[in-house]
């Protein structure tokens, strides 16, 4: 069994999410992020050169420019002119959760052990597990989080894990359903980021653990 | 030729023995209180003074106090005819168990909402305590003919009542049985002590008289009547299965069975006399405890034919 | 291409026009053609398909379509243009009442409808189940800004949850996908494939494990949007807080659209061999969402949520007949549910409108407002209560009655008490709105234009239930 | 094949005749009732002219497309059963219809009379579509639509809180009979295959489930105990004529399907007899016993429906129970019985209601404790209620008791010939109940008779009553007359039900060869007292004074007996089962001794209603409360259980 270049990428990257789950400053989420997307971006670099496909090269630059740049950027953006700069943590305690993080990043490599890659047995297990791990953080975040930004922050990262795990799992997904996928993305993004400065707008706060009148009496 | 004697003593038994019963209890009870009291025939007196009498009828009534009267009158007659309480009784169409106890119910019925129809609060009273009695005892009166059907595989009292087999243990047990819950019930049926005394003074305690409390002349008459034979309809069906009981009383000929069978009828009537001196009414609220007894004797003549039946 | 131009242009147009400085009068009037044209078109274009039985219409490479997903096709623009045709008149009389000031909002309802709408379509003409899931995610974010609408607290609230639940579901369903597109790559097709004909006809040969992993993850993704229960969360705010148009289109397109995709990767599944577990799952789970949504419809304060808890339980009733492996049957149930549960949706907009208000409580009397809209409420009620002579009654029944298997047939029993307990529940609310005095001052009279849709739809769903209208989609 | 044309033909003419019914009568709140009501009349004679012009001839019909139910044809058949009850159905359609016009003019200002017609309408038609239905599914239909139009027509004056809850109730009771129904069906089919009554048989052990599910569905919509607890409620909510309608008929539409079903299809499971019979017993006795205690004079009659539908079903138990034990006698009286009460009942019922409803309308009130002295302000009503009260309550020679007779005789034959002790004892303590029942029927109507037409009026509004239209006895007069009518000719119509039940494909020979005198019994009985009358009672001389006051004077309308108080020795009995609740309120400056106006209020509870339905009810609530506390709000909870979700969902997946 080799451990890949493309997995040791995807490994650093899942890693690097679940520090974010262990921060509430903003700003260290973001850029905790944007390296861990970067880190995806040299798997899917690394991997069309393993697999010697220029598709993946676009890419590997389309996500680098967009999720690893663009995407930090505006919510940076978002950021300074929201004037919030730290969540306040729902459920658990951001260390815990960090912990927490790390055993399900653990735990990813035993569910998916068993996972049959198209490489041949035992390959792409690591990959797998990063794409896994990468989800679990990305749900943890979710929930431990109140502010609208981190959960948006959280759904990225599902969406990172749920990207390496295609990159990881199969030979090529067809360009058109990963560009649409890339796309979709960018559009929810957008869409959720607007939100966000509607909310600031009438609620006069970010905070969605208080978004709790719509409920059965 | 003989039928038309046989008419003509059933219509004198209807006319005479309803009033010969009457008067018997009264001299038994006169006699008993060491008083001389009315002759046995008073009663008759008694009718012919009211139907000479005007009525007073309460000015709230509606027509259905007289129609009730006369109603019950004309189902008690109708009973009359229909039941075998003489053994010397014409023919008559099926006499059904269950339609003569509801012929009965007929009757009764119509009793109540003549006693309603003046908004007397003693009549109502008394309707409502007698729909409370009948609620008890007409289990009772239907279970004792009902026993005696099982036993011999009718529902039909003609043929029930004029059966002639040999007679076994069981077969007098069970007539003597029937004819307990037949008579005791028929206290109940026609409010004699101890349910209701019918010379009582005080309209509240009262149940049937308070219910004819507004009856008057003619129409009391009738009243007066139909309550005496119903009597005696009872006290000739209790007093046929008392005789019955007695395997030599179907070797008779029809005269002799008869003659047993009114002697029966004025003897219960002594009896009920000797008994309403004896006893004291109950209080109303024993009352339903007494007429379980009843019931459970019914129950028991029933239970027992059924069992000489899968016996048998 | 050209088919990529027939079915988009109408709806581009309609953006465009929706975008420019026309006047919000004169675009009501278009907006209802434009959707009717498009109808057209798509019936047009999906014909061959209709009259064929088994074979699929092929447009282009990852667009097809057959029978059933034509079917659905023309429902759910069906249902658009008539939610639209509604909507038009609905947002003159908001004017009456003292909302929707800003006509830049209704501009940009019509231009999100619209290519809300696109998005469902092609839902049922992609072949390709990434293109598929694009097309899921797509209607997600159109519909966000239908959701969005009135712009205020609740309805922001409502928005920020549907987007963040859908789309998380939508990823789970996005992994599923990528399963299944890993399963086709263990020899069963070269290189893999996305295109649901292939898998269908491979299904055997696919890798067993990543497609049964798939299968779940699918369910779970496609199932949040349909809003089976547990996962159902958003879609009573959702539903509640959109205009009624737009609540009836989420009710009576989207879920649609959401099971429909089960449906899809559910035959791929039934067809491999790997029946049980693609039968018991979505059947326990069907009948449990209509067993606990029927629970959730008796105590309801709110007039929308309550029919929005009724679609989550006739979502769950479409749920078993995509597990009996009928498509035919869970369209039948979903063209019932979706006439019916559009023209209480638009009534019920229209109640609001009048009694302003959306408490159930605080809304009576409405049989004696209007008579036509108490009726034609009523009668909707029972359409989707699953009353005969109504189309529900006739699908319900043939689901019940393929009920053969004991797990099928405690989910059978599971259903019947729901159907009940949702029955007695819903005509609770629904009498306590029609029946007595009138609270409220009436403030938008009832009109001809407001109940014409809804009660066409009623005759609609009538039809489908007492002619044999349905032995159409039984062949 | 010509007759599937002319079925088709004929759901057009009533689909079409329906639709421009609708159309024209549909929308107006005001409408000259007489023009429905002609209307009404006249399709009902049609059909009943219909049903005896084709008498013994049995007819089958399938729609074909385009009027399918979906995939599904309607199926109807018109045999000697149905024809029997369809007959019955029409001649109380032509008596209602006769009785509205002047009825509805009294409730008009609360009634839509477009809308209350197109739900009469189809009320009735689809009451006759069940009836003559031949398979499962168009009898669920039929039966449905049926539903839905009572409960219409019980929140007709939906502008009363009360009424409305009677609605809901009633809905609910009818929407969980469906239920049970649906299910024994389908299980039915699962077993069969087949949707056509005629393919079912209930001999196997695995039809007995079904078999119980749809005598349970059955025993709900029939007002059997424990399921009685909605009858009391819809039945005197409605207006009178559909009351009349429910009680007379619509609730025999489940003795008929009992009998189509269960008795056809000879179910012989003696567990479910045995079930379908204690439920009837309990019901003729609790039915009875709870009408005695009500002063709602409608809601005294809808418990008489109670216990009279529990004679019903205990001779269809009897029928079915003496069948499986090849006791054919038996098993034919009790099945003429079952039919030939429904018919009584069904008449006497829709008399009763009729003129409950001419007593509501006129004195404006139903409650016993307001009515009183009618009888000199409304005599003919007076007259045609209390036939109907005698006849109810089984006293010869009225109808009632030709049929109730029959229920005794079949029980005291099974007493001779059934071969177990155990199984005569039984019948024996069935016939003590019932009479004990009659009693108490008796006591029931003298009630209802006593308090509400005689004595003096007890307010204002009795005072006023006037005598009810001529449409509204008139339509008594005609049930009142076949009431005597059919009680008098008992043997014909038993004959006439057997003949009947043999062409629809049940054996049933009417065995008794000295029937009841009955009519013997009438006329003697008529002659008698017209005798007596014409030569004693008529010449005597008639005085009018007070009533007897025993010389205190001044009797008021307070000092009469009330409709609580004629109940009170009999309901005292039956402590354990009528619980009372008293309240009494004291009004006035100085209340403790001289107080100005005691209000004593006495009101019955009903145990069932508060033990058993009111803590499922809640159970129901509190289920669905507990699970609504899952939708609170938190985005954060939401996720969790997309979570939670997720892992049981991988569970899953990895262990199956």
Sequence with gaps: MTVTATEICVLTAALLACLIVGSLHLKVNLWLYAMSTLFIALATAAAALEHSETGLFVIAILIALLKSIAIPKFFSWAIDKLHVYRDLGAIIAPPLAMHAAILLFSLSFILTKEIPSPAGPGNGWFGAAGGISLVFTGLLLMLTRRLAISQIFGFLVIENGIYVFALTQTKGMPLMVEMGILLDVLVGVMVSGLLLFKIQKSFEHIDVGQLTQLKEP | ?312 | MNFFISVTAIPLATVILSLTKLKVEQLRLVVPVMSWLQFGVLTFLSLPALQNNHSFLTFSVDFSIEKIGACFLLLTNFIAAASITHATCFFANEKLVGRGEDPQHEKLYYAACALFVTAMSFVFLSDNLGLLWVSIEATTLFSAALVYFSRDKHSLEATWKYLIICSVGIAFALLGIILIFASSQHGAIAGGSLSLRLLVDHANELQPKLLQFGYIFCLLGFGTKAGVFPLHTWLPDAHSEAPAPASALLSGALLNCALFSICRVTEIIQVSGHSFFATFLPISWGALTALAASFFLIHQVGIKRLWAYSSIENVGIMLVAIGLGSPPLFFFQALNHSLAKVALFLLSGNIIQSAGTKELKQIKGILQVSPSWGITFAAAAAAVTGMPPFGSFVAEWMILSHCGDLVQRIAAGVLLFALALSFIAVSLHVGRILWGKPKHQIAVLPTFSSTLIPLLLCIFSLLAGSTCLPTFFFD | MQIQDMATFEMLAVLLGFLSLALFFGHRKHLKPAIPAALTFLASLAAMAWLILTWGHNFHWQTQAPFLLGVFPLTFEVDGLTRLFLLLLSTLTCAVSVFSPSYISHIAAKTHAGQYWICFWLFIVSMYAVVSSADAITFLVAWELMSLASIALVATDHSHQSVQKSAFIYLGATRVASAFLAGGFLWMHSITGSWTFHDWTFCIESTYIPAFLILIGFCIKSGIWPFHIWLPYAHPSAPASVSAIMSGFMIKVSVYALIRILVFGALNSLWIIAIAFALSVISTFWGVLFALVQNDLKKLLAYSSIENIGLVVMAIALSLYARAHSLPTIADLAIIAAVFHSWNHGLLKCLLFLSAGAVDAQAHTRDLRSLGGLAKRMPWTMAFFFTGSFAICSIPPLNGFSSKWLLYESFFQNILLSPTAIEKGLSLAVICLLSAVGALAIAVFVKAMGVGFLGVARSKSAQRAQEAGVGILVAQAALVILCVASGANSEFVCRLIAQSLTSSGLKVSYTISNGLPTGTVAILLSMLAASIYMIFLKTSKVTKYRTWDCGFGSLTEKTQVSADSFAQPLARIFRPFLRYQNSAKFEGADRRHFPEEVTVETQIISILENRVYLPALALFGGLAKLLSRLQAGSIHLYLLYVCATLCLLLILGMTL
Aim: hydrophobic share 55%; with cysteine.
């Design chain 2, 1 to 312: 030729m003989t039928a038309l004697l046989h008419w003509l003593t059933f219509l004198l038994s209807i006319i005479l023995l309803p009033v010969l019963t009457l008067g018997t209890i009264r001299k038994t009870k006169a006699r008993l209180q060491n008083r001389i009291g009315p002759p046995i025939c008073q009663p008759i007196y008694d009718l012919v003074k009211l139907s000479r009498k005007g009525e007073t009828i309460s000015s709230t009534m509606c027509g259905v106090f007289r129609l009730s009267s006369l109603l019950a009158f004309a189902d008690i007659l109708v009973l009359a005819w229909l039941t075998p309480w003489l053994c010397f009784k014409p023919w008559a169409p099926h006499s059904n168990i269950f339609m003569v106890v509801y012929l009965f119910a007929f009757a009764r019925m119509f009793t109540l909402l003549g006693s309603l129809d003046s908004g007397s609060a003693f009549g109502a009273f008394s309707a409502s305590r007698e729909a409370t009695l009948s609620l008890l005892v007409e289990p009772a009166v239907l279970l004792a003919l009902v026993s005696l059907g099982i036993f011999f595989g009718s529902s039909d009292l003609r043929v029930i009542f004029s059966h002639q087999t040999n007679q076994t243990f069981t077969d007098s047990a069970i007539w003597i049985a029937a004819g307990l819950a037949i008579f005791f019930s028929s206290l109940v049926e026609l409010s004699r002590m101890p349910v209701d005394d019918p010379t009582t003074h005080l309209e509240l305690t009262m149940i049937h008289e308070a219910m004819i409390l507004e009856a008057s002349g003619r129409n009391l008459a009738l009243i007066e009547f139909a309550h005496a034979l119903k009597m005696s309809i009872f006290f000739g069906l209790a007093s046929q299965c008392f005789l019955r009981a007695f395997p030599q009383f179907n070797t008779f000929n029809v005269y002799s069975q008869g003659g047993l069978n009114i002697v029966g009828i004025l003897g219960l009537a002594l009896f009920v006399g000797l008994l309403e001196s004896l006893i004291v009414k109950l209080q109303w609220r024993k009352v339903p405890e007494f007429i379980a007894y009843i019931l459970s004797l019914s129950l028991i003549a029933s239970l027992a034919a059924i069992g000489a039946g899968v016996i048998k």
